[in-house]
């Protein structure tokens, strides 16, 4: 139980803010080899000397720039980093800093924690922590490149923070083989990305207002309701009629020409040519058929014919064939 307690002390120490105690408490960040060229590996050496001083966890950043930096693992995008079994810290983790950040633009340390969850055992003076792999880009300038450690925080096994102890930061020396050209090179600097400006959605031209289709006056035979509505300036029977009125029994929206003709059933008393035909079934007499003119009847004629309508000319069909009758019952029959 006192063991657990002691942990969680030790993992809050590390994690929070709490009281410090001084000591001769240093970290050394060695490179081998020193030296390398550009594209090379190259692998970090990280100790810690304690100075006498119970130390049983270990936070810090290494910083580097854009020309030797941390690689990373294959499988999880992880610092290719290995703790050392010997010093019992098997929660001991590697991380890139900030968070989320992409390895060949924007990420710039790394953060590692050196802790056990099992044990408070501190780790021995002059101790190795952990090794990491470097690599050295393929057009990295020949010069002297450091990495530097940050945010360095150590807890003692009683859960007492460390602050404020040394560092021996690391330098690598890049140089190119004898007869090699140097590579261009990029700006050590790293650019921010650029601000993404918001494109402004074009303004939908508006269509043109059509001009209305010029109105036509209605021609002869066209509705109407008054004479300023037609060509011809008659509107008669509600159609624009020829003329301005038409005679007694006529109408100027029967032919829908606009021209003024008979009504149905009713005499044209403009043309002159007597009462319109009616038609007939086919076969049936009519008393144009039967009945002679008048003026082939001798002594008989009763008027006029253009006088007589259509009862004169049945009476006298009657007439014929009665005094027919007669005659023939008073001629004397054969023997």
């Known amino acids: 139980m006192l063991r657990k307690t002691q942990i969680m002390a030790l993992v809050i120490s590390v994690f929070t803010v709490g009281g410090s105690a001084l000591a001769d408490v240093r ?30 966890g270990v936070q810090t950043d290494i910083d580097f720039g854009p ?15 290995v703790v050392n079994p010997e010093i019992n810290k098997a929660a001991t ?10 390895l060949s633009a924007t990420c710039t340390a790394m953060r590692t924690l050196v802790f056990a969850i099992d044990n408070v055992d501190p780790v021995p003076d002059g101790a190795l922590l952990f090794t990491c792999t470097l690599v050295v880009a393929d057009d990295a300038p020949p010069g002297t490149y450091s990495l530097v450690t940050s945010k360095r925080i150590a807890a003692a096994p009683s859960g007492v923070r460390i602050e404020e102890f040394g560092a021996v930061d690391g330098d690598l020396v890049v140089a190119l083989p004898p007869g090699v050209t140097p590579k261009a090179t990029r700006t050590a600097t790293q650019t921010p990305p ?64 606009g021209q003024c003709s008979p009504i149905d059933g009713s005499p ?10 009616r038609p007939h ?24 014919s253009d006088a007589a309508d259509g009862s004169a000319r049945w009476t006298l069909l009657g007439l014929i064939i009665l005094i027919a009758l007669r005659a023939c019952r008073s001629a004397p029959s054969p023997k």
């Open 67 to 81: 020309f030797v930096s941390i690689t990373a693992q294959m499988t999880d995008n992880l610092p290719l980093c």
């Open 268 to 277: 044209d008393d403009s043309a002159g040519e007597g009462p319109p035909h």
């Open 194 to 257: 650029p601000t993404p400006t918001r494109t402004l959605v074009p303004t939908r031209t508006p269509w043109p207002t059509l001009a209305p289709l010029p109105t036509s006056t209605p021609g002869l035979g066209s509705f109407c309701v008054r004479g300023s509505d037609c060509t011809s300036g008659f509107c008669v029977d509600s159609v624009c009629c020829e003329t301005p009125t038409c005679p007694a029994g006529q109408t100027c929206n029967a032919s829908g020409l």
């Open 27 to 56: 970290l050394a960040l060695d490179l081998q080899p020193a030296t390398a060229a550009p594209g090379e590996a190259v692998i970090l050496h990280v100790t810690l000397h304690t100075g006498g001083a119970d130390v049983a």
């Open 93 to 102: 983790s590697f991380a890139f800093q900030p968070p989320g950040c992409d």
């Open 281 to 304: 079934k086919p076969g049936a007499a009519t008393i144009n058929d039967v009945a002679p003119p008048a003026s082939s009847q001798s002594g008989c004629a009763i008027g006029s």
